[in-house]
């Protein structure tokens, strides 16, 4: 079962399986840095842990066949069999701007539809961003929000962070208002019961990894290609990244980024490379 809580339990998930063969594929890499940078650590691992070559090799294996359910017509299907549901898209929206739930749902249970609670293949595109092609993105996020009822409090964030990637920004504005004001307009009755902490941290995920730009590009570069509002005149925080502590500020016509602790680093502003020098008090 993936992110989707009204489809489970499901064969060979999208988004369990990619992140499956990411974690095998992360372990190994792990290891061979061990053992490469400290073999008697790597030594002490294997000891402990019983592990054999022969393991590692079938965890190689296994990343390399696991069943990624294949895409139709740049559609990847969030799991074996998702296409055979009945295909039933949100046509309506409310006073608030918000998906009605369609009229088929009263002959189809949920689960019997193409119909989704909150992002799945879209919320592995957000986490896993470098595995899929601009256009596999931008297409699976269009057939799937289409198709989603936000039902769960984490569901607005993650579209909003990947409207913006997709060039749908109007509609990522909406979706971050709907999260930010959750609970501070109670929109769904429940906040008696304790704030929505998850949506409150996608929230800072929407503003830092979507209007603000910030991602760790293919080759482990951090870029910036912030997207603010028009409403909005600035933003600043700050990010531990690389062992180094770092001050940004975004606003309408320039980025500047200030290193508080660390060494020089080279970043991508809006594509093009620009070296950070690090504090005084490192030498440097």
């Not at 700050?238 to 016509?253: C, M, P, T």
């Not at 060494?263 to 991508?268: G, K, Q, V």
């Amino acid at each position: 079962t993936g992110p989707d809580e009204w489809h489970e339990p499901v064969d060979n998930n999208t988004y369990t399986n990619y992140l499956a063969r990411w974690n095998i594929r992360y372990s190994l890499q792990l290891l061979s840095q061990i053992k490469v940078a400290k073999p008697e650590k790597y030594s002490e691992i294997i000891h402990n842990s019983d592990l054999t070559q022969e393991e590692i090799a079938h965890w190689k294996y296994v990343a390399d066949h696991i069943y990624l359910p294949k895409d139709c017509n740049g559609i990847i299907e969030q799991f074996e069999g998702y296409f055979n549901l009945k295909d039933v898209v949100i046509s309506q929206y409310d006073e608030n701007d918000w998906p009605i739930r369609p009229a088929a749902l009263k002959e189809y249970p949920v689960e019997k539809t193409q119909i989704i609670k909150q992002p799945d293949v879209v919320m592995l595109m957000h986490l896993l961003r470098n595995e899929f092609s601009e256009e596999v993105v931008k297409n699976n996020y269009h057939f799937y929000e289409a198709r989603t009822l936000h039902g769960s409090s984490l569901s607005p964030s993650i579209h909003a962070i990947m409207g913006l990637v997709v060039g749908d920004d109007s509609k990522a504005y909406r979706y971050i208002k709907r999260s930010a004001t959750l609970d501070l307009l109670n929109l769904q009755g429940n906040t008696r019961e304790g704030i929505h902490a998850a949506n409150a941290g996608g929230v800072w995920q929407t503003v830092i990894f979507g209007f603000a730009g910030i991602n760790i590009n293919a080759e482990n570069v951090l870029t910036i290609d912030p997207k603010l509002p028009a409403l909005w005149k600035s933003i600043v925080f700050r990010l531990h990244y690389a062992g180094r502590w770092l001050e940004i500020n975004i606003s309408s016509d320039k980025v500047e980024v200030h290193i508080l602790q660390g060494r020089s680093m080279t970043i991508l502003i809006h594509g093009a490379p620009v070296v950070i020098n690090g504090c005084a008090e490192d030498g440097i």
